[in-house]
Every structure is written in structure tokens, then in C-alpha cells.
């Protein structure tokens, strides 16, 4: 690995001249542009690499923000995680992307690691893992700018990005009607999920409007669960459940990709 010393060596200036000019230090202002470009140059043909550790710990700057997400095998984050990546790039910061796997302590132990690493701000895709209270806790206590992608969450310390469910569900059942269906099943979330209730008012209110009836025997729920992979097996499921019924129908609402899926 190259040094400072090596650059040093090769453009015959000091270690201290090389290390105001290599990392454009306040002091930079007053060397010679000629020596600036030898400089530039021996560390060009060295190949050298400023050490970014060293260097943030300088300027207690580590241009890094964490990206906690909870599932990254789930649908919803990956456009949501393109669109983090894209924009932390054009700034030159750098993710470091966390998995937590729906897991409330592996979700503490990868905080305190981004922490560690001296993360500038945090960004959390969330979903019910993270409306643990203590996990919360732990969030306003880093004391580090956060935003939660999918919760709301009533604390002024933490930002908050949500969908909105009402809106959506609106509009999901607006574009079937499009299409021209109008036996319509639909599998709801389940109850205790706080997406749940706004996207079924959405739907309601968009049957309301167009004057669409509803058919409560092609309506199903979700069981309760905190467990992501039932949303695939429950699509599953309720489907098989509604064509046992021989209740014809020709479309389908479902409360999420993963239901959607199954």
C-alpha cells in the first residue's frame, strides 16, 4: 500500500507538504502550484490512495449513511433502494446497506456497528419490526439525522416517508374498474397492520364513488402474523380458498406484492 512517506520520496518534498496537498488541507492555499503538481503527479504514478479512516477521522467527516432495510428480498425496497443508492452517489456519500432480516436484535446489532463506523445519517426501511418501542429508543438515542421509509412515527427527532395507503387503494381498485372488471376479489391485510385500514377506506371510497357493490363473499383477510413470508403463503391460501367457493370472479386486489405473489 502506498504511503504519504512514499509520495514523499518519489516528488522530493516533505511528508507534511504531501499531506496539505494530498488532502487539499486549509494550508494547500500557499504552496506553489508547480509543487502542487509534482506532488499530484508522484502520487498519480505511485498509485496512492488517500485512507479514508484517517482522513475522517480529521475532518469527523465520514461521508457515510447507513441504509437499514428489513427485508431486502421484499419487493417494496428494492425501487425504494435504487433511489437511495442514485441520489447518496450524486452527493459522493456512501451507503453501507444492512439486512436485519425482520429481526429486532440483529436490528440493535447492526446500529451500534453503523454507529461505530461513524455513519453521518441513518436511513430505515421500515415495516412492523420497527415499531418495537425499544428499538425506537435506540434510534432517538443515536442522536444522528434519521428518516423511517414506511412508518409513521410521532417523535419530532425522527423523519418519517410514508405511502399513501388511502390513495393507493383508491387507486388499485380505480384501474381494475378501467379495465372494465367488476367482480372483484380482494384480499385485505391484516387487521392489526396499520397499512391496512387506509387502504381498505381507499377501496370503500372508490366503490362508493363509482358505485360498485362489493361482494363480501369475494372479500378475504390476512391472519395476523409477524412473520413476512405469510404474506406469500396467506396469498396463497385465501386464493385457493376463493376459487373453492366457485364464486366467479374476474380480477383480484391484493393487499400487498408478496400476497400478490402467492
Known amino acids: 500500500m502506498v504511503t504519504i512517506r512514499d509520495v514523499a520520496k518519489e516528488s522530493g518534498f516533505s511528508s507534511t507538504t504531501v499531506s496539505i496537498v494530498l488532502n487539499n488541507a486549509p494550508l494547500a492555499r500557499y504552496i506553489p502550484p508547480a509543487t502542487k503538481k509534482k506532488i499530484e503527479r508522484a502520487a498519480e504514478k505511485l498509485g496512492y490512495r488517500p485512507n479514508q479512516f484517517a482522513r ?3 475532518s469527523k467527516r465520514s461521508h457515510t449513511v447507513g441504509v ?3 427485508d431486502m428480498t421484499d419487493p417494496f425496497c428494492t425501487m425504494i433502494l435504487r433511489g437511495i443508492e442514485n441520489t447518496l452517489y450524486q452527493a459522493s456519500y456512501l451507503p453501507i446497506l444492512t439486512d436485519v432480516h425482520n429481526e429486532g436484535s440483529r436490528f440493535e446489532r447492526y446500529l451500534e456497528m453503523l454507529l461505530d463506523r461513524r455513519i453521518e445519517a441513518l436511513i430505515v ?3 412492523w419490526v420497527f415499531l418495537d418501542i425499544n428499538l425506537l429508543a435506540d434510534l432517538e438515542k443515536s442522536s444522528i439525522p434519521t428518516a423511517m421509509i414506511g412508518c409513521e412515527l410521532k417523535t ?3 423523519s418519517s416517508v410514508i405511502v399513501d395507503n388511502e390513495v393507493g387503494g383508491h387507486l388499485a381498485l380505480e384501474h381494475l374498474h378501467s379495465l372494465g372488471h367488476r367482480k372483484i376479489a380482494i384480499i385485505r391485510g391484516p387487521k392489526g397492520l396499520i397499512d391496512s385500514s387506509p387502504r381498505w377506506r381507499g377501496i370503500r371510497n372508490f366503490a362508493k364513488e ?8 369475494l372479500i378475504v383477510d390476512m391472519p395476523e402474523s409477524s412473520d413476512p413470508i405469510s404474506s406469500f403463503e396467506s396469498g396463497y391460501k385465501l386464493t385457493e380458498q376463493l376459487l373453492h367457493q366457485k364464486r366467479s370472479f374476474t380480477a383480484m ?7 400478490a405473489f402467492g
Not at 386486489?253 to 400476497?259: E, G, I, R, V, Y
Open 210 to 217: 363509482s358505485g360498485l357493490e362489493l361482494d363480501a363473499r
Open 56 to 58: 475522517s477521522l480529521r
Open 68 to 70: 437499514m432495510v428489513f
Open 125 to 127: 426501511i421500515a415495516n
Open 156 to 158: 419530532d427527532s425522527i
Open 253 to 259: 386486489l391484493a393487499f400487498d406484492d408478496m400476497s
